[in-house]
């Protein structure tokens, strides 16, 4: 990992062949989102996804997450009908629990059957339409606390990531609305930026378990 101080690009379509750039050479970069900072890499890199975990101090425990958009999620993800009528939504604040595709690398799965796919603004949308592989993801935390502005991001992480990308203060600041699409019905986990009465709206048969009800 880089120890030198990063380097900082404002956020902007005009950036992407530099993150391209990055990505191809094994790295990781720190982007902005409109829920949070995320931790980005080449998803067919190994040694770019072992950074990623030990970065995250993550063990052999948890599948990451990936960055994708309709057209490419079937790459990454069995999708049923439900999580597809999701998808078609994206860019949307949520983050989906689905079916790994079998050709999903294991350095990513770690084993697990399912996967989580999020793309919550358009920035990351037209990222996704613009690189060839997948983009693997994981929340930017400082203090256990995801970072949500750049200040922090910058404070947290100036010195062990070679590029951060600086989009201010996340728009919602808070991490998507997670929904499992593997059950019988999608069912939402987590509350986030997006209500249950919205979600209705487009998946008509969610459920909100009992643990999360008021």
Not at 140 to 154: H, R
């Amino acid at each position: 990992m880089n120890t030198t101080q990063s380097q900082v690009l404002k956020s902007d379509d005009r950036i992407v062949p530099t993150l391209l750039d990055y990505l191809e050479r094994e790295e990781v970069v720190l982007l902005p989102m409109d829920t949070v900072y995320g931790l980005v890499v080449h998803g067919q890199k190994p040694r770019a996804l072992a950074k990623l975990r030990a970065l995250k101090n993550f063990g052999q425990d948890q599948p990451l997450g990936i960055l994708t958009r309709s057209e490419k999620a079937e790459e990454v993800a069995i999708l049923n009908e439900a999580a597809k009528r999701m998808i078609s939504h994206f860019p949307y604040p949520v983050t989906m629990i689905v079916k790994a595709a079998p050709v999903l690398s294991p350095e990513i799965t770690q084993g697990f059957a399912n996967i989580f796919l999020s793309c919550p603004d358009r920035f990351i949308y037209d990222l996704v339409g613009a690189v060839p592989f997948p983009l693997v993801c994981a929340t930017a935390k400082a203090g256990g606390e995801p970072v949500t502005n750049f200040e922090a991001a910058f404070r947290y992480f100036g010195h062990t990531i070679p590029l951060i990308v600086d989009g201010g203060r996340s728009y919602y600041g808070r991490r998507g609305t997670l929904i499992d699409f593997t059950l019988e019905n999608p069912t939402i986990m987590n509350f986030g930026p997006v209500s249950v009465d919205d979600l209705r709206l487009i998946l008509p048969e969610i459920i909100l378990p009992s643990h999360l009800m008021k």
